[in-house]
DNA sequence: ATACTTGCAAAAGATTTGCCGCATG
DNA sequence: CATGCGGCAAATCTTTTGCAAGTAT
């Protein structure tokens, strides 16, 4: 049993093949794909296809929000399209996007992160969430 | 004439009575709405049109399209929905959104920014762009 | 048994585009 | 005059939803 399904038990999110499925497929995600993985919807259908082809994307889609809305999944809305998922972190990061490759680097950085907090103090308020997206390129060496 | 006018004519952008309404109602966006002022192409073409109540939807997706790419308007692309605009500022700013408001206040932290060139440095990128967008509730005072 | 899920196709929401007459430089 | 622009409606793309039938607990 993957860590998502041991988290859709946790929440009280019902199992289904489907979900399994797509699941496996998030779990299995960056193992197959490497850190650069954060795969769309279709993507996500295409890979979930593959073990059931009857899977609907209708269903894919419905999935992720739910798994989204439980805390299972993180969903990301880079630079113009469609939005991508990953299986949320053990501890969270943020990230950098190679505007050349697409590729995407994970990284924290402790510093940022506690001035964000304190920034949003000084503004009155509590910070509740935020994203930092970083976009470069590879440096010639 | 307006900033963005001026823009325009530095970068050889062709100005139009359409263009020139749209750059009006972006240029007096702030002044009328507050700090908290970000339009979506929706809202703008509502302003527009009760100047010139003929302009088109689509000449304003059109025209922000190209103001952005000229680097005279920015998109954002806050949670969930859709594009909001505002006038490319002077200096550089972040935003911190009001989760119960919507309200957006815009912030700028040195250290932060400069921390930012500095992680992208670190993983072997020039740093080209950012996005930072805190997400917050008013501390109850 | 009951409430939740799925697949399908249709709908919806945001944005883009083809076409053709019109304005701008 | 030549090139580019704007309006309209149709097209596209992504995501959501209604419905009828199937499934999990």
Redesign the interface.
Same mark, same amino acid.
């Given at each position: 049993m993957n860590n998502i399904e041991k988290k859709c038990k946790e929440k009280n999110v019902r199992l289904t093949d489907q979900r399994r499925i797509i699941a496996k497929v998030m779990s299995d995600s960056k193992e197959i794909y490497g850190s650069k993985d954060h795969p769309d919807v279709d993507e996500l259908h295409k890979r979930a296809s593959a073990i059931d082809n009857k899977i609907s994307i209708a269903t894919v889609y419905r999935t992720v929000k739910l798994f989204e809305e439980a805390g299972i999944v993180e969903k990301h809305?880079f630079k113009g399209n469609k939005a991508r998922y990953e299986k949320s972190p053990d501890e969270h990061h943020d990230h950098?996007i190679? @505007?050349n490759s697409g590729e995407i680097?994970e990284?924290v950085?402790k510093? @940022?992160e506690e001035?964000?907090v304190k *920034?949003?103090?000084k %503004?009155?308020? &509590?910070? *509740?969430?935020? &994203? %930092?997206?970083?976009?470069?390129? &590879?440096?010639k &060496?």
């Amino acid at each position: 049993m993957n860590n998502i399904e041991k988290k859709c038990k946790e929440k009280n999110v019902r199992l289904t093949d489907q979900r399994r499925i797509i699941a496996k497929v998030m779990s299995d995600s960056k193992e197959i794909y490497g850190s650069k993985d954060h795969p769309d919807v279709d993507e996500l259908h295409k890979r979930a296809s593959a073990i059931d082809n009857k899977i609907s994307i209708a269903t894919v889609y419905r999935t992720v929000k739910l798994f989204e809305e439980a805390g299972i999944v993180e969903k990301h809305d880079f630079k113009g399209n469609k939005a991508r998922y990953e299986k949320s972190p053990d501890e969270h990061h943020d990230h950098l996007i190679d @505007i050349n490759s697409g590729e995407i680097i994970e990284f924290v950085d402790k510093e @940022i992160e506690e001035l964000q907090v304190k *920034v949003a103090k000084k %503004l009155g308020y &509590k910070l *509740v969430d935020h &994203k %930092l997206e970083l976009y470069g390129s &590879k440096t010639k &060496k």
